[in-house]
């Protein structure tokens, strides 16, 4: 019914940058807040960073200054730019949104994933 499709992830080395992108398609009526988290092997899963239809951001403290979320709505797409890359930002991001269909009611989706290697 509605699915998000990362793309962008792969190997950087550290102090490089790498761009993420995250589209929304399927029954969409409207998208509220979009977001981006991570999970490094053995740890929990965390929030990078979101994004609201107005666009206001909120960042995790070991990512302001260098990590950078943007959207499109008209593309239904969310944007992870990411400079400056350590290798503790290795992880898989995953894309989140909050979404109303158009069939009434909101679904909370996930993306697949994307693994990010950041080598020193």
């Known amino acids: 019914q509605v699915q998000l499709v990362e793309s962008g992830g792969g190997l950087v080395q550290a102090g490089g940058s790498q761009k993420l992108s995250c589209a929304a398609s399927g029954s969409i009526f409207s998208i509220n807040v979009m977001g981006w988290y991570r999970q490094a092997p053995g740890k929990q899963r965390e929030l990078v960073a979101v994004i609201t239809s107005g666009g206001s951001t909120n960042y995790e403290d070991s990512v302001k200054g260098r990590f950078t979320i943007s959207r499109d709505n008209a593309k239904n797409t969310v944007y992870l730019q990411m400079n400056s890359l350590k290798p503790e930002d290795t992880a898989v991001y995953y894309c989140?949104?909050?979404?109303?269909?158009?069939?009434?009611?909101?679904?909370?989706?996930w993306g697949q994933g994307t693994l990010v290697t950041v080598s020193s």
């Open positions: 989140n949104a909050d979404i109303l269909t158009r069939v009434g009611g909101y679904l909370e989706v």
